[in-house]
């Protein structure tokens, strides 16, 4: 678990603001996730990322596959297609959005419970006071689960990546 989360993290770090940052000094979940796809990919192609054969995958609809309690979309995978080597699934979600991390957690673990992803990683993103009050929300919420969800933040104001355990 370690080597993910690490590679997660050096895939955060890298991302570049300038790919990221809106008008009006916004950022919006989708464009971060576009541009940590980049950055992953980068780092496994450039071999400083070994999945073990396993790809990274992003909004695969595993609907087609009539997987009961299911329909939901992740924003990435990671596993080997048409195998049960299911690795990890990653949701990012924008700190001011508690409703949206609620829904994110409720379906990290529908798919560690329904198809074994062994690793569950939540990604918030925000600045530091709504980072803030997402950590005190989600420590609130206490959603029932049998696996340990890994939170990483990127704080849009210092642009750094921490790493936090949800209880």
Same mark, same amino acid.
């Given at each position: =678990? ?5 590679? !997660? #993290? ?13 008008? %009006? *000094?916004?950022?919006?979940?989708? /464009?971060?996730?576009?541009?940590? +796809? ?5 780092? !496994?192609?450039?071999?400083?990322? @070994?999945?073990?054969?396993? /790809? !990274?995958?992003? %909004?695969?609809?595993? *609907? +087609?596959?009539?997987? #009961? ?12 297609? @048409?195998?049960?080597? @299911? ?7 924008? $700190?001011?959005?508690? @409703? ?11 798919? *560690? ?9 939540? /990604? !918030?993103?925000?600045?530091? #006071?709504?980072?803030?009050? $997402?950590?005190?929300? =989600? ?21 750094? /990546?921490?790493?936090? #355990?949800?209880?």
């Amino acid at each position: =678990m370690n080597e993910l989360i690490e590679s !997660i #993290k050096l895939a955060l770090s890298k991302i570049d603001r300038r790919y990221c940052l809106l008008a %009006e *000094g916004r950022y919006q979940e989708r /464009v971060i996730c576009y541009e940590f +796809y980049h950055q992953f990919r980068n780092l !496994i192609d450039s071999r400083k990322v @070994n999945l073990g054969g396993r /790809v !990274i995958q992003g %909004e695969v609809d595993k *609907g +087609y596959q009539d997987y #009961k309690n299911l329909d939901k979309i992740p924003d990435f995978i990671f596993h080997v297609p @048409n195998t049960e080597d @299911n690795l990890a699934v990653v949701e990012f979600k924008l $700190a001011s959005d508690l @409703n949206g991390i609620t829904k994110d957690l409720r379906k990290l673990i529908a798919f *560690g419970e329904t198809l074994n992803y062994r690793h569950l990683v939540q /990604v !918030i993103i925000g600045d530091t #006071k709504s980072l803030s009050r $997402a950590r005190k929300y =989600m420590k609130s919420k206490r959603v029932q689960h049998s696996k340990q969800i890994r939170a990483l933040s990127l704080d849009t104001t210092s642009w750094e /990546v921490c790493d936090w #355990k949800i209880p």
